[in-house]
């Protein structure tokens, strides 16, 4: 499936869109709605653990509160440069592990 193919919203990829990023996948879910999902849940773990505000790292890193909150509601894909900076500002890694299973290179680790 190519990117261009994937729904606007990852948490379309959700048995129950509502209970993003906690609940499960639909079966065969495509790698990036499972990267997304994992983002999601380490973003707002590391929140959570830092007892930093949406808005407060928003400003801290230069990023939209809205932006951020959509990616944690799974309503849009996180790009890299944003990425880069929730990382850097958080000062801890986000994006999930990739592991290579035998016959499916690059399955994001869920």
Known sequence: ???RDL?????MFAVDPDDW???DLVDHAPAPA???RRL???LRRALDEQTVSLRALAVRVGVDHATISRVIAG???CD???LAKLEAGLGT???PPYRQPSGHAGDVVD
């Open 1 to 3: 499936m190519a990117a």
């Open 7 to 11: 729904p606007p919203e990852p948490r």
């Open 21 to 23: 990023p906690g609940g």
């Open 34 to 36: 499972v990267a997304a």
């Open 40 to 42: 999601a849940q380490n």
């Open 75 to 77: 309503r849009r894909y």
């Open 80 to 82: 890299i440069a944003t």
């Open 93 to 95: 890694p986000l994006w």
